[in-house]
């Protein structure tokens, strides 16, 4: 594992890099789309609170999750920038990931159990596709896969 000076507030993109796990040039990606905050030194160099490291962590922990960049960043805003998140603030923050990764678990599963049958994008035999979508009425409803991108209904 790679430590840092538990006495160093400021660390070099570096420092995050070798700590989080990440290339230098992922650190850059997540600033850019403003996941994390970083400042510049009056010598211009980034610098980067120790916050960072877990709000990194929480990044790639939603991502290994498949949960996409946009959701992460828009979960990531209600949270406080200036301190770690407390253990309350992470509560609720898994409790939307896990709302996330069910809905993306239906998702799957309706796509594994349906993927030998119509599933509404027209795509598929013409013997079989108008008994599910007779005349394309699903066609209306909008494009692709429509009855795969249903809500999911527990």
């Known amino acids: 594992m790679n430590r840092i000076d538990p006495e160093k507030t400021q660390l070099t993109v570096g420092d995050v890099a070798s700590r989080s796990g990440v290339a230098v040039s992922t650190v850059h990606f997540y600033e ?21 490291l877990r709000q990194i962590a929480v990044i790639k922990v939603a991502q290994r999750t498949g949960i996409p960049l946009e959701t992460i960043s828009a979960y990531l805003k209600k949270l406080p920038q200036d301190r770690l998140i407390s253990a309350r603030e992470w509560r609720k923050l898994g409790e939307n990931f896990r709302a996330e990764l069910d809905e993306r678990i239906a998702r799957l599963t309706r796509l594994r159990d349906e993927l030998d049958g119509c599933i509404g994008c027209g795509c598929l035999s013409t013997t079989e596709c108008p008994l599910r979508n007779g005349d394309d009425a699903l066609g209306a409803t909008g494009t692709g896969a429509v009855l795969l991108d249903r809500p999911f209904a527990p």
Not at 32 to 52: F, H, M, P
């Open 32 to 52: 850019a789309k403003g996941l994390i905050k970083g400042w510049r030194t009056e010598g211009n160099q980034r610098r980067y609170g120790r916050g960072v």
